[in-house]
């Protein structure tokens, strides 16, 4: 089934070299399009890029469609009138209910977060929304944009075990472009299933949980019929790249890669221009005296990097064999041609294909007509944290997605759990579907 397109946001002018590393995806990001260290790109931040930067990142810019003041690269910067921010109109405060009976344990969570967990671990869209500051005593930290990774680090800090069950409502901020009509606060209605069990294990039990549990509440409101849902699945990727002869330092790089990308041709650009190192791990051991001090670092330090970052290289046919996986998949009808393009994996494709069938529509059929259930791999990630099934949420009248989820079983560990733990959750914008319930009734 064809996926249903979801509606791009477009980026304000970028005034200020900040503004230019959040949306090229963040300090980590830049770092590695100039193959230059982390602490370089964050003092960029406080004092404008070096004109050795301008011309390729000034490039890099326009391919992405970014507009970018001049003043940023060297030229005069114009300063425009902005619009009022806007605040989220207050909720009832007895929404949380239905999700208490049902077993979920509510939870109260800081609107003050550190930004770093958002900035390493949300696509690259979301990266490029965040309001971010440095606190007085020199910490980066930013105004959560969703509650499920405030969530997470909070179940980390209880130091529970076992499944836990979490809900919540919450005002999320995340910027927009000024006179765009969105607001930048608004509230989210949520829940979480930490510590449950794996989708493989058993089935699409927890993920399920939360897609009725989002249905209901929906229904509860008012919205029980009419809906359109889109589901995608990033097992497929993961599956396919485990298939593949590639380091687990390179693997994480695809994943990274697909991420910020928005499509397989950005991909492709972005793993060519990963490539494109100063100086190979073989010429750097001819060069470099791993005992000599250059620019105050060892040079064991430098070659250790330089290995290192010649672990996450791609060669050219894994660009190629990744490349055309991503375009197979984004095809209409990319399941077929995915099993006609990689025999091998046919099996597998079709008894994933047939799971999430199965017990998909089982659950989405009572809510939404069969031609609006779509299903298909999406190539970027909105939130780059999602592993497995997750799924978005239309109603008629209103172009985005009133509600939201999936699977992330690889978040938590990344955030600092002594054990993997797995993960499901989703979430409803109370300020859009109180705009349709209104405009239905």
């Given at each position: 089934m064809e996926q249903r397109p979801t509606a791009v946001i477009k980026p304000s002018r970028l005034s200020s070299a900040s503004d230019v590393i959040d949306a090229l995806g963040g300090t980590n990001a830049v770092a590695e399009l100039l193959n230059i260290g982390a602490s370089s790109v964050s003092n960029y931040r406080k004092q404008g890029f070096p004109a050795r930067s301008h011309f390729i990142l000034a490039k890099i810019c326009k391919e992405r469609g970014l507009d970018v003041a001049d003043a940023v690269f060297g030229g005069y910067q114009v300063k425009t009138k902005k619009a009022p921010y806007q605040a989220a109109p207050p909720q009832r405060a007895d929404t949380l209910i239905s999700l208490k009976e049902a077993g979920f344990t509510p939870v109260s969570l800081p609107i003050l977060q550190p930004a770093a967990p958002f900035i390493d671990r949300m696509g690259p869209e979301m990266q490029r929304?965040?309001?971010?500051?440095?606190?007085?005593?020199?910490?980066?930290?930013?105004?959560?944009?969703?509650?499920?990774?405030?969530?997470?680090?909070?179940?980390?800090?209880?130091?529970?075990?076992?499944?836990?069950?979490?809900?919540?409502?919450?005002?999320?901020?995340?910027?927009?472009?000024?006179?765009?009509?969105?607001?930048?606060?608004?509230?989210?209605?949520?829940?979480?299933?930490?510590?449950?069990?794996?989708?493989?294990?058993?089935?699409?039990?927890?993920?399920?949980?939360?897609?009725?549990?989002?249905?209901?509440?929906?229904?509860?409101?008012?919205?029980?019929?009419?809906?359109?849902?889109?589901?995608?699945?990033?097992?497929?990727?993961?599956?396919?790249?485990?298939?593949?002869?590639?380091?687990?330092?390179?693997?994480?790089?695809?994943?990274?890669?697909?991420?910020?990308?928005?499509?397989?041709?950005?991909?492709?650009?972005?793993?060519?221009l990963k490539n494109a190192r100063p100086i190979s791990r073989k010429d750097a051991e001819k060069q470099i005296d791993a005992d000599a001090l250059i620019a105050g670092r060892p040079g064991s330090e430098i070659l250790a990097r330089i290995a290192r970052k010649d672990s996450e290289m791609l060669d050219d046919g894994h660009i190629a064999v990744v490349f055309n996986f991503l375009s197979t998949l984004a095809a209409p009808n990319g399941i077929e041609k995915i099993t006609a393009d990689f025999p091998n994996m046919k099996v597998w494709f079709d008894r994933r294909v047939s799971q999430l069938a199965d017990a998909v529509l089982s659950h989405a059929t009572g809510a939404a007509e069969l031609p609006n259930i779509h299903f298909a791999p999406r190539i970027s990630r909105g939130m780059a944290y999602y592993t497995g099934l997750s799924f978005e949420i239309y109603a008629s009248g209103l172009d985005r997605p009133i509600a939201a989820g999936g699977r992330y079983d690889d978040l938590l560990r990344s955030l600092g759990a002594t054990e993997p733990l797995c993960a499901v959750g989703g979430a409803i914008t109370l300020e859009r579907l109180n705009r349709v319930v209104e405009a239905q009734s």
């Open positions: 929304r965040l309001f971010t500051f440095t606190d007085p005593g020199g910490e980066q930290l930013c105004l959560r944009p969703d509650l499920t990774i405030p969530t997470a680090l909070a179940h980390i800090a209880s130091g529970k075990s076992g499944e836990a069950r979490y809900c919540y409502q919450g005002t999320a901020f995340r910027y927009q472009p000024r006179g765009s009509g969105q607001p930048e606060e608004f509230t989210q209605l949520g829940l979480e299933i930490i510590g449950g069990v794996s989708a493989g294990k058993d089935g699409l039990a927890n993920d399920l949980d939360v897609l009725t549990t989002i249905i209901t509440l929906l229904g509860e409101a008012g919205l029980k019929d009419n809906l359109r849902f889109n589901f995608a699945d990033f097992d497929m990727l993961a599956h396919f790249l485990e298939e593949l002869d590639l380091s687990a330092a390179a693997r994480e790089t695809v994943w990274r890669l697909v991420g910020l990308a928005d499509n397989a041709e950005d991909f492709k650009r972005l793993a060519n």
